[in-house]
């Protein structure tokens, strides 16, 4: 553990928004000197996992919003409820962020109804 402090760097990531208003946050994030002589890192900053993962440019609670919207009701309608609720997203960006999520978190629920395409009946075909 290091306290030589090499110097400084800002953040911006996106917020949930509140009472309407988006949340603009500007984090100023310390970068320390490594002294040991066998790392191959020179400097290295503080971390901020608990909340705002590395590299990432949302918190942790907007990723859960926005996976959790997306899951529900899809991307691209996601993306018009995330823009009235004031947060910035593509549907590609809630695409890549279930994807990230995984298929084995989706809730598998048996089938209650079955669709029958009565179209292909009409016209002669079966499947």
């Known amino acids: 553990m290091s306290t030589t402090v090499h110097g400084w760097y800002r953040r911006h990531p996106q917020e949930i928004a509140s009472v309407g208003q988006q949340v603009s946050l500007c984090l100023s994030t310390k970068r320390f000197r490594c002294h040991e002589a066998t790392c191959s890192r020179q400097t290295f900053a503080e971390s901020l996992a608990d909340w705002l993962p590395t590299y990432t440019r949302r918190t942790c609670a907007l990723t859960k919003l ?52 009565d179209w292909a009946f009409k016209r002669g075909k079966t499947y």
């Open 66 to 117: 926005m996976r959790q919207i997306s899951m529900e009701i899809g991307a691209e309608v996601g993306q018009c409820v995330l823009a009235y609720l004031q947060i910035q997203v593509s549907g590609d960006t809630l695409l890549r962020i279930l994807r990230r999520f995984g298929q084995d978190h989706v809730p598998q629920a048996d089938a209650r109804i079955i669709g029958v395409d």
